[in-house]
């Protein structure tokens, strides 16, 4: 039972997940692929009447900020405007599993206090999981949630949790509607009728502050106020491993001449989110399936292994050396930890052109750091005479963290905090401030 549960409002049908009097912020997606439409908490009626019954329906997880006036509707990441959900597709017909075997298995893992109960099961050929997030939760702390679900994800991997739904943006299928595969009614069941705390699901997963699993008990587990530093590194972590997947897509996994690389760096990155080196290489292994080399020879499954292996123990090292500092990363001769490539570095490694830059959220040189900023204030200044205290406050934090990329790497390339200042028409002091504590990775 959940910490003052008793107080929150029960989910009766499965639309309550996505609407409620706190989740009000921004549009759902409903889609089938060819035309996509979005619902408002006032288009309840509207969207059931719209989907009930019909074959190829999806729904977004989450809600996006839409600009009605300028006739911008996207579901993009960029515009998540608040998180409702956390949900995990099972396919558990592609390991020879029926859905009664799969939901058995679910319930065991449940009793054995493992998962979390979810609020929501949708059965139709294969299995969806939803977990509602008590009154929404900011994308500011999209970091978590992506943690959250990394976890989740690895506990289900055995009966055919798909590795590869973790994006914030993705569509699960509408309750009701009907699986064009199968012919079958996508049935909706409440087992858990209160939505959770991000703190609530944190529970059942491996401690931040640990690297690894080390087997306890989630009852053992006591979650404590996450270090600003330790949050900052995670979110870092996460945004890196967004890009990298997002560099998968854009290039249909075509990494010729820098396959082995891009191994590496990624299973680095992955390392830092999951439990154990086996899981690690299970996940790795499933995005790997769309990742290939033109010129390079097939990679054997020992080669690929070992080269996870590799930089798992290089991952856990690092940690340790990043906890060990106090959440700081220490740079010293010599000192045998590999860190994470800095941004430049990923960037030559990979050959990432500017094109794919522009579509990256960390993975992008300052010059288009900064001209994605002048765009956004452009289209800020043509949209809108005096905003609003909150657009304000937005467009402040967008334009901090823009500096803050742009000064990261200027100092990297032997800048003085002064030059800096001057480069970016900002104060030393500020650029000190904005610094102080931050390691590009």
Same mark, same amino acid.
């Given at each position: 039972?959940?910490?003052?549960?008793?107080?929150?409002?029960?989910?009766?049908?499965?639309?309550?997940?996505?609407?409620?009097?706190?989740?009000?912020?921004?549009?759902?997606?409903?889609?089938?692929?060819?035309?996509?439409?979005?619902?408002?908490?006032?288009?309840?009626?509207?969207?059931?009447?719209?989907?009930?019954?019909?074959?190829?329906?999806?729904?977004?997880?989450?809600?996006?900020?839409?600009?009605?006036?300028?006739?911008?509707?996207?579901?993009?990441?960029?515009?998540?405007?608040?998180?409702?959900?956390?949900?995990?597709?099972?396919?558990?017909?592609?390991?020879?599993?029926?859905?009664?075997?799969?939901?058995?298995?679910?319930?065991?893992?449940?009793?054995?206090?493992?998962?979390?109960?979810?609020?929501?099961?949708?059965?139709?050929?294969?299995?969806?999981?939803?977990?509602?997030?008590?009154?929404?939760?900011?994308?500011?702390?999209?970091?978590?949630?992506?943690?959250?679900?990394?976890?989740?994800?690895?506990?289900?991997?055995?009966?055919?949790?798909?590795?590869?739904?973790?994006?914030?943006?993705?569509?699960?299928?509408?309750?009701?509607?009907?699986?064009?595969?199968?012919?079958?009614?996508?049935?909706?069941?409440?087992?858990?009728?209160?939505?959770?705390?991000?703190?609530?699901?944190?529970?059942? %997963?491996?401690?931040?502050?640990?690297?690894?699993?080390?087997? *306890?008990?989630? $009852?053992? /587990?006591?979650? @404590?106020? &996450?270090?600003?530093?330790?949050?900052?590194?995670?979110?870092?972590?996460?945004?890196?491993?967004?890009?990298?997947?997002?560099?998968?897509?854009?290039?249909?996994?075509?990494?010729?001449?820098?396959?082995?690389?891009?191994?590496?760096?990624?299973?680095?990155?992955?390392?830092?989110?999951?439990?154990?080196?086996?899981?690690?290489?299970?996940?790795?292994?499933?995005?790997?399936?769309?990742?290939?080399?033109?010129?390079?020879?097939?990679?054997?499954?020992?080669?690929?292994?070992?080269?996870?292996?590799?930089?798992?123990?290089?991952?856990?090292?690092?940690?340790?050396?990043?906890?060990?500092?106090?959440?700081?990363?220490? %740079?010293?001769?010599?000192?045998?930890?590999?860190?994470?490539? *800095?941004?430049? $570095?990923? /960037?030559?490694? @990979?050959? &990432?052109?500017?094109?794919?830059?522009?579509?990256?959220?960390?993975?992008?040189?300052?010059?288009?750091?900064?001209?994605?900023?002048?765009?956004?204030?452009?289209?800020?200044?043509?949209?809108?005479?005096?905003?609003?205290?909150?657009?304000?406050?937005?467009?402040?934090?967008?334009?901090?963290?823009?500096?803050?990329?742009?000064?990261?790497?200027?100092?990297?390339?032997?800048?003085?905090?002064?030059?800096?200042?001057?480069?970016?028409?900002?104060?030393?002091?500020?650029?000190?401030?904005?610094?102080?504590?931050?390691?590009?990775?």
């Amino acid at each position: 039972m959940h910490v003052k549960a008793e107080k929150r409002n029960k989910l009766k049908e499965w639309h309550d997940l996505w609407f409620d009097e706190y989740k009000r912020a921004g549009y759902v997606a409903v889609t089938d692929f060819k035309k996509q439409y979005f619902y408002g908490s006032n288009d309840i009626e509207r969207l059931i009447n719209a989907t009930i019954g019909k074959k190829k329906q999806f729904i977004s997880i989450n809600a996006f900020d839409i600009d009605w006036e300028n006739k911008v509707f996207s579901r993009e990441t960029a515009r998540l405007k608040q998180i409702r959900n956390i949900a995990i597709d099972i396919d558990q017909y592609n390991i020879g599993l029926t859905a009664s075997e799969a939901l058995d298995e679910i319930q065991s893992l449940i009793l054995r206090n493992i998962i979390p109960e979810p609020n929501l099961v949708l059965v139709s050929r294969g299995i969806q999981l939803f977990y509602s997030i008590d009154r929404g939760a900011s994308p500011d702390i999209s970091w978590l949630v992506g943690y959250i679900t990394e976890q989740l994800i690895s506990k289900l991997e055995h009966i055919g949790a798909d590795g590869n739904a973790k994006d914030l943006s993705r569509v699960m299928r509408v309750p009701n509607s009907v699986n064009e595969r199968n012919n079958s009614t996508v049935k909706p069941e409440i087992w858990n009728d209160a939505a959770y705390t991000l703190q609530e699901l944190q529970t059942y %997963c491996r401690p931040l502050e640990q690297f690894g699993s080390r087997k *306890k008990k989630r $009852n053992n /587990i006591v979650q @404590l106020p &996450i270090n600003k530093r330790l949050a900052l590194f995670y979110k870092t972590n996460y945004a890196r491993l967004t890009d990298l997947r997002r560099l998968i897509e854009l290039r249909s996994g075509n990494f010729t001449d820098m396959r082995n690389t891009f191994l590496y760096m990624y299973s680095f990155h992955q390392s830092l989110v999951l439990n154990t080196q086996k899981d690690v290489i299970s996940s790795v292994k499933n995005t790997f399936k769309q990742v290939y080399s033109t010129k390079d020879k097939p990679m054997s499954n020992n080669e690929f292994e070992r080269t996870v292996k590799s930089a798992y123990k290089d991952a856990e090292k690092f940690f340790k050396h990043f906890v060990d500092n106090g959440y700081r990363v220490v %740079c010293k001769a010599n000192d045998g930890i590999k860190k994470p490539y *800095k941004t430049s $570095n990923v /960037i030559k490694k @990979l050959n &990432i052109t500017e094109a794919e830059q522009m579509q990256m959220n960390t993975l992008r040189n300052a010059d288009i750091a900064r001209k994605q900023h002048a765009e956004y204030m452009r289209s800020k200044r043509r949209n809108e005479g005096i905003g609003s205290m909150e657009e304000y406050n937005k467009q402040r934090k967008q334009r901090k963290q823009t500096i803050q990329q742009i000064a990261i790497e200027l100092r990297n390339k032997g800048k003085t905090q002064r030059e800096i200042a001057e480069l970016t028409g900002v104060s030393q002091g500020y650029i000190s401030r904005i610094l102080k504590n931050i390691t590009d990775v």
